[in-house]
């Protein structure tokens, strides 16, 4: 069994243009080559007694002298040869030609136009051209057919499904190749296991869940779980997106999915992999028109669909999607989608186990430590960690190394989460010294406050992200919960930068905008969201939308208590920032130490800061 690519269209359009360039070069030819030797087959040559017989019958009508040659033409009554429109003779010496041509009613022409009959004329330029797109029309139809016969689907169809089918061996996934998703994989191996052996559920009464939803942020290896269960399962994979469902004219979404279900009953068992399910699942409002007609149309079709086929028969639903709040009630019941399968952010022992599985690609020194690189890689997704051992391979190449390094990963890290470095970045002495102090004045605050993740790097090199320079920090382990006390200190360590700045130039300069973003960010989700404000305790004043896409967020309390709020979160970050400014008074000798030598080496790490730091 074959995939169906998605190249196919472009093919048939190379197609059309490839047969239709050769009938216009045929017809260029025709027109270059046939045309003139007609014009030319059109002038009879004879011999000038012959012509003074058509003079003396009065039988030539118009004559011109071209050169040394006579060009003349037969009247109107005389019966011509077909395809001839004009005759030529050589001119010989003859003082009574003139007075002989007079005699016999000849007209003098200043130029006689030759041109191909008209029975030729409609043949070269009228039947021809019609023949020849015809035939090559034919042989156009012939080649499509068999192209997409050989595919399975008859030429020039429509409500067809675009679904990739991939035979039973060519995912080429199976559930080694996914790590990090270990809960997922659980709630899918039964699936796999059903698959395998439908008799033994058959006989205590249990059926196969119908469909089972894949819910997570980008990135987390959604598809690739599907494509897993297949590989696993060694039978027929359907992968299709949502989007390819929605189509301009009112119905042909639903006959999509009409002919997606007939093709997978054909093929049980099977599954069949819908992603970006929240493209035609979406919630009905039942007062649309247009395309949004189309789109509910195509969700019933869908649901009638599940409901209508038999769970027996092994064919299985799997979706995807990245935003699960927007999806149809009616589309998440049981009996449709039965399960709901988380497919979060990995964990550190995940993060771990994903970078070994693509560590196994590239050629790696011995000595490299994934655990260090995954603690660093906090937050990443499997395709950002994918993309991490990719770039370090890729720097390796370039430092003309044949082997990745822990330099080349840590590197990478900080490619995928602040860019590349900007060598060319012209920054003034002033400006550096002001972001030495800037960065600092964060890791002198994050060391000097208990709970806070230690500091791993300071560089002032900047980056193609914006960023002038940055302090990174690195748990020592997986936090999943945050108390009171740390979300003030991060909020304190956010502002050291800041109050470094005012501290040591009595200015403050822009380079806190992002800075000042998160900590507003995490004063606002301890009021309205984690409980932690005296005046509001527990009570949800905020909502998050999207949770799997940047998380927004939006007030859901009266304007009064919104102001409130606000004057709460001012409140909390104040006090923050003059924590900082009391650390970085205390430590005022530390601080310009520690700026003076980041100055100097540009980029430093967190033993060499806390070995300054602890220096007396």
């Known amino acids: 069994m074959g995939v ?33 030797q007609m014009m030319e087959r059109s002038v009879r040559e004879v011999s000038y007694d012959q012509f003074l017989h058509f003079v003396e019958a009065k039988q030539v009508g118009m004559v011109y002298q071209d050169g040394e040659s006579l060009m003349f033409t037969l009247k109107e009554d005389v019966e011509k040869e077909w395809g001839v429109t004009a005759y030529k003779t050589g001119l ?47 042989l156009l139809g012939r080649t499509l057919q068999k192209k997409m016969g050989s595919m399975g689907n008859p030429a020039m169809t429509f409500g067809k499904s675009n679904a990739k089918i991939y035979a039973e061996t060519e995912t080429g996934k199976t559930f080694s190749d996914v790590a990090g998703q270990e809960e997922a994989k659980e709630a899918l191996k039964e699936i796999v296991d059903f698959l395998h052996n439908p008799q033994k559920y058959a006989e205590i009464g249990a059926t196969l869940p119908k469909g089972a939803l894949l819910v997570g942020p980008p990135g987390t290896g959604k598809t690739l779980l599907a494509k897993a269960v297949a590989g696993e399962a060694h039978v027929p994979f359907f992968s299709i997106s949502g989007s390819e469902f929605v189509e301009m004219f009112v119905g042909m ?76 009630q009616a589309l998440l019941r049981p009996g449709r989608f039965d399960r709901r399968i988380p497919v979060e952010l990995p964990d550190l022992k995940g993060r771990e186990a994903i970078l070994r599985v693509h560590g196994k690609d590239v050629k790696l020194e011995s000595s490299v430590d994934f655990n260090s690189v995954a603690r660093a890689a906090s937050g990443a997704s499997g395709a950002e960690l994918a993309n991490i051992v990719n770039e370090a391979a890729l720097r390796a190449v370039r430092m003309g190394r044949s082997v990745v390094n822990q330099s080349d990963l840590e590197e990478s890290v900080e490619v995928v989460v602040a860019g590349y470095q900007r060598k060319d970045a012209s920054v003034s002495k002033n400006e550096k010294r002001i972001v030495a102090y800037h960065e600092i004045g964060h890791a002198l605050v994050a060391a000097c406050q208990s709970n806070s993740a230690p500091v791993h790097k300071i560089t002032i090199i900047p980056r193609t992200s914006g960023a002038l320079g940055y302090t990174m920090q690195v748990e020592a382990g997986e936090r999943f919960l945050m108390s009171k006390e740390e979300a003030l200190n991060k909020i304190a360590t956010f502002t050291g930068g800041r109050a470094a700045e005012e501290f040591m130039f009595q200015s403050i300069t822009t380079g806190a905008a992002n800075d000042i973003e998160q900590a507003t960010k995490i ?45 709460e979160v001012i409140a909390i970050v104040k006090a923050q920032y003059e924590k900082a400014m009391g650390i970085l008074k205390a430590h005022a000798a530390k601080l310009n130490e520690l700026s003076e030598y980041l100055l100097e080496r540009e980029t430093i790490t967190g033993e060499e800061f806390m070995e300054i730091l602890q220096r007396e």
């Open 4 to 36: 169906k690519d998605n190249n196919t269209n472009k093919n048939h359009r190379k197609s059309f243009f490839y047969y239709y360039g050769i009938v216009l070069l045929v017809v260029f030819l025709l027109n270059t080559f046939l045309v003139p």
């Open 92 to 138: 010989w010496p003859d003082a009574n030609l003139t007075d002989r041509l007079l005699d016999a009613g000849v007209v003098f022409s200043q130029e006689i136009v030759t041109q191909p009959s008209l029975l030729s004329t409609i043949f070269v330029q009228w039947i021809m051209p019609i023949v020849l797109f015809v035939v090559i029309g034919q």
């Open 253 to 328: 979404g639903a006959a999509k999915v009409r002919d997606l279900f007939k093709q997978a009953n054909e093929k049980a068992p099977c599954i069949v992999f819908i992603d970006e399910i929240d493209t035609i699942g979406k919630k009905r409002d039942g007062g649309g028109i247009g395309g949004n007609d189309e789109r509910e149309q195509t969700l019933n079709q869908l649901l009638t669909e599940m409901d209508g086929f038999d769970g027996k028969k092994g064919v299985v639903i799997l979706a995807a999607t990245n935003r699960p709040e927007s999806l149809d």
């Open 523 to 567: 004063a606002r989700a301890m009021v309205t969201r984690y409980g932690m404000s005296d005046q509001f305790g527990m009570v949800a004043l905020e909502t998050v939308n999207n949770q799997y896409l940047g998380g927004d967020t939006s007030m859901v309390c009266a304007p009064e208590t919104a102001k409130a709020v606000d004057d």
